[in-house]
């Protein structure tokens, strides 16, 4: 027992002698008016320094954590047209999905931040040698910014052209591993101008069991067969069927036939499979060209200026660090992430709602994309009034 009280006193000494040193520095500015506090003052330098420091160190590991996350999730959806020599693709993703991951990562790191240097009591310390609160800001609201602009340079330009290297390699090896693509009893739409059902799929052998097939197009046509295969040529894919019938109806006539064996080429579209949207692709130049012509959709319009929105969403994110970040000393710990967590939960539903309503012209496309950002600075601004009227009360009360 001895021996715990013993080390129990010496790890207090420890940190009573690092908060005196810390004290000992800030002790020329407790008595500073507003004049000299403007002024370069190297004791506050140390402490955005030190605050810069910590805040770094926090957002790489939560960046490295959900980028883990982000590539397990790319790698269950194109994990079946890539292996472990597809080293570039997989580096190619690490671009788009930044625009997820740099939000995240700001919002959890600036909470867990504050709530460390609430908790341990390290901001009272400052103030109480005479340094603001204010001046831990500059870091958060600089991280903020780089952040931002990074994030707009990935939405408008550097995740587009790595999009279209991602489709452009993916299609290139996905006849090679078409096989991938078929599901069993299912209606498959990935061939272009035809609906396939496959009842099973014999991928060692590469061969299929009762396949049938619907065209679409000027002529409607139904196919049956009781065997098939699939092979990749330098032609294209190749899809050939043994026994079995073709039921073909054009307007002018209806036509029967069976046969022995029939070869057809597919064309294959593998946006849909992948999850690539055609404005994924598309840099901001491009999608401005396509709103100035005859493609002019909302949904175009909302995507242009989401890719200025969205970006937008990290200054936010560093407000609302700020406002819940920095906490009472014996407040509950951890509630940093669950205040980040409701917050971009919360950013998630207003998106998707103004989506909606994007789609369904109910709403501007314009107003839309911004929507988001309105309401969160509009509830900032509310809680930040809130919070000044209360401080104003406490105060008329202690001096009566």
Known sequence: MRIRSCLHIGIIESRAYSLLSLLSILANTKNMDKQEYSEYNPAVMIIQRY?????LKLFLGASLVLYGVMLIVELVQIGQLVSGNDLDIFILALIPTAVFVLPMALIFSILMALEKLS???????????GIRRSSIYGPILGLSFVCMFLHVGISTYLGP???QKIQSKLIQKAPEKVYAFLTEREFINTFKGITLY?????????RLTNVFI??????HSVIAAEKGTIDVRPSGILMRLVDGSLYM???????????GEYDFFLEADFRRKLNIRSADTLTQTQLLEKIRGKERTPKLVKEYYTRFAFPFLNVILGLVGLQFGIQKPRSPRHTGIVVGIATILCYYLIFLMADRLVKGEVLNPTLGAWIPDIFFLFLLGAFWAFKRLRQRKGAVRLRA
């Open 198 to 206: 496959i009842e099973s799929v014999n991928r060692k052998a590469k």
């Open 214 to 219: 619907e065209t679409k197009g000027k002529t």
């Open 51 to 55: 605050v810069l420091n910590h805040l």
């Open 161 to 163: 052209l790595s999009m």
């Open 249 to 259: 109806e054009s307007k002018k006539s209806l036509r029967y036939i069976t046969f």
């Open 119 to 129: 908790v341990e009591s390290e901001i009272i310390a400052m103030q109480a040698c």
